[in-house]
């Protein structure tokens, strides 16, 4: 393990006297944990360092327990009694003393009293009044524990990596003009393609460092300066983000680009292996001799970081010390799919549902991205308020489609559907009419709160009837919104390499799901991936961006990915399915004929829909939209006396979320969901 800074090990001694007081332990044991944090803050020197001397142990305040502490601490990251606390209280309570102005005294008279434990729960007391009933807490501490739960929220990661991007490229945009500006770069988890990014990290390799700080922090996003100095700079932003600028020698670009990018765990084996190796150090500022300060390179460009360990230059998603260095090491890395690779994409609604182009011009900006073929796969009934198409129109549709693709004739139209998957996992189209088409999404848009077990039966059921291509967006995340259902990943990707069914990645930026991990767990098992948009318009067609970073962060090669192939490939992988199912196979006539008088489109525009969060300012949904007759359904139950089936629906909602529908009913009756829901159960609160 690589050393440790002091303020690290402090933070060891922090948590330990902060668990150990909400627990109700031995006041001063937590006052000499304490003590030692206070100490370990403000050594002059390395702790590492004190050990090794035996120094450590002399200082002042300093006695053998602490130092046994601290060696254990310095080898393993944590200690036996750290470990142990941990253990014995709810993860969430640590989140909970990560929130401003929330100490562990509070925490503990929130947890003996209430046994709240995590924040979801806390803002949930903190709402609905239960808080108030504690001592000394009044409706202005209520208030502000609910305001340091949101800038907690935007602090710790919870902004999606294509906001946190925007931003990041607004600011590099405005330092780029700059004339000292000599090279400049996103860096940390943008730069690695995380889906969730907390501080923004912004690299400049200039001459002036002065002139750039300035302009840094004179921008007019700029709410609150963090730090000043001529190497490194922080803002905070208006959306409570904070923004690192690190400036850098134009010879020190390569290893300061490598060293900011981390991840910090692939910077140590990085470390490691350059000491071990070579007896060399990397660092920000170049390749040095061992424990000199005799600098070998300043480390131009990361390709020479990488080679002075004896390494070909590592691909930035790839940089978690997740097996990238042993992979590098011994010739084996993957070759990372590349926008280049991909032929087609098989996720996309039209206005048929709630979509904004038309067939026409979705193939139009699919063919502007050379695009080899596409699936138009429009909602179905179950999801009326996204004007599903229930089984005439998908009917009707089909044809339609085909009309068009024979009109069009430079590209592969498939007619296809993103069926939804009923709780029970039965799917909401008959089976008949599913087998007629050429590529079938199966995806779930309700009922989020059941159990993984649950929800793994859901999916693997709507697998078994064998019409289902690909199972869309399988985790149902929402980035910063609603956490992924926790499913039995083994067995899903299991039954969906038995009946050959893909695992969708889904490149819409408030989703990217599958996740990296679950990605790189199909790749090993052999389950194909499918990358595609789920767009919603024809802007949205460049969304396959966003599932890529996604893939290639899990190590997807093209052989992974089934719209690297051919049509012809994905056409008869479908109709060895359906043959194995005694079907007719896709593309004859279709045997349930509309009728010229029955419309492909709906007279009812789309409604506005959560299930699908828009990230394009200028493409959201119109206020005025007329809505389903199932929330006008709602809302006029929402208006009479609740019923005790309505109540728990609502307290479900309170607690999982997940209740797209109920969601924009209760937003029309105010701006905040869930304060109105609490108002419906318990009353006003104010």
């Known amino acids: 393990m690589a050393r440790m800074e002091n303020s690290e090990v402090a933070s060891v001694f922090s948590e330990m006297a902060d668990l150990l007081h909400i627990r109700g332990g031995d006041p001063h044991r937590i006052r000499s944990f304490r003590r030692t944090a206070r100490i ?85 007391a903190a709402r609905n009044g239960t808080l108030l009933k504690l001592p000394r807490i009044g409706e202005r501490t209520a208030a502000r524990i609910l305001k340091g739960i949101e800038d907690h929220r935007q602090r710790i990661g919870k902004i999606p990596y294509v906001r946190a991007r925007r931003t990041g490229m607004s600011i590099v945009e405005t330092l780029s003009e700059l004339p000292a500006v000599d090279q400049i770069a996103l860096g940390g988890s943008i730069r690695r393609g995380k889906a969730n990014i907390g501080d923004l990290d912004i690299l400049v390799a200039a001459d002036e460092p002065e002139v750039v700080a300035q302009r840094f922090l004179t921008m007019p996003f700029a709410e609150e300066i963090l730090a000043r100095g001529t190497g490194r700079c922080s803002i905070r932003l208006a959306s409570r983000q904070q923004v690192d600028l690190r400036i850098l020698p134009p ?33 920000d500022k170049g390749i040095f001799v061992r424990n000199t300060e005799n600098r070998l390179d300043p480390g131009r460009t990361e390709e020479e970081i990488f080679a002075a360990v004896g390494l070909p230059w590592i691909p930035p998603e790839l940089r978690e010390n997740t097996g ?103 799917l909401d189209i008959e089976l008949g009419l599913l087998q007629q088409l050429d590529w079938v999404v199966a995806s779930v848009h309700s009922h989020f709160q059941m159990s993984g077990a649950e929800m793994t039966d859901r999916l693997v059921r709507a697998m078994e009837t064998g019409v289902v291509d690909c199972i869309g967006h399988p985790t149902n995340r929402r980035l910063g919104h609603r956490k992924p259902s926790e499913l039995d990943l083994e067995r899903l990707l ?63 090669e093209p052989r992974n990915v089934l719209n690297t192939s ?121």
């Open 40 to 124: 370990l803050d403000n050594l002059p020197e390395s702790v590492a360092v004190m050990v090794r001397f035996g120094t450590f142990g002399k200082w002042p305040g300093i006695g053998p327990g602490s130092v046994r502490r601290v060696k254990e601490i310095l080898k393993t990251g944590t200690c036996d009694d750290h470990r142990k606390l941990r253990q014995e209280l709810p993860d969430g309570l640590r989140d909970m003393l990560e929130v401003k102005g929330l100490g562990a005294s509070t925490i503990r008279l929130i947890w003996n009293n209430l046994k709240v434990g995590s924040l979801a729960e806390l803002e949930y």
């Open 251 to 283: 010879e020190n670009w390569g290893a300061g680009l490598h060293y900011f990018t981390g991840s910090a765990l692939h910077n140590i084996a990085i470390r490691v292996r350059g000491l071990k190796l070579a007896g060399i150090k990397i660092s």
């Open 324 to 426: 990238e260095i042993e992979a590098a090491a011994q010739g084996k890395m993957p070759n990372l799919v590349t926008r280049d690779h991909l032929r087609g994409d098989l996720h996309m609604h039209t206005v048929a549902s709630d979509g904004k182009g038309t067939v026409v011009e979705m193939i139009d900006a699919s063919l502007a991205l050379g695009h080899e073929y596409i699936a138009i796969t429009d909602h179905t009934q179950n999801l009326s308020i996204a004007n599903g198409l229930d089984e005439a129109r998908l009917a009707a549709q089909i044809r339609h489609i085909r009309e068009v693709e024979d009109s069009v004739g430079r590209i592969r139209v498939a007619a296809g559907t993103e069926v939804d998957i009923l709780q029970d996992g039965t």
């Open 494 to 556: 299991k039954t969906a390499r038995r009946l050959g069914v893909a695992m969708e990645v889904n490149g819409n930026p408030g989703r990217m799901d599958l996740s990296d991990k679950h990605c790189r767990r199909a790749r090993e098992m052999g389950v194909p991936l499918v990358i595609s948009t789920d767009a919603h318009s024809p802007k949205h067609l460049r969304y396959q961006e966003f599932g890529l970073i996604t893939a290639r962060r899990g190590w997807v």
């Open 566 to 686: 051919p049509w012809s490939e994905i056409a008869d992988r479908r109709r060895d399915r359906l043959r194995n199912k005694n079907w007719a196979i896709p593309g004859a006539p279709v045997r349930r004929d509309p009728g010229n008088s029955l419309p492909v489109h709906s007279d009812r525009p789309p409604a506005s829909a959560d299930h699908y969060p828009s990230l394009d300012e200028e493409e959201e949904e119109p206020a005025s939209a007329a809505q389903p007759q199932q929330d006008v359904d709602l809302e006029a139950m929402l208006d009479a006396e609740l019923d005790e089936d309505l109540r728990q629906r609502i307290d479900d909602f309170l607690r999982n979320g997940g209740d797209d529908v109920l969601q924009m009913a209760l937003e029309r009756r105010g701006e905040n969901a869930m304060k109105v829901a609490f108002e419906l159960l318990w009353g006003a609160t104010d």
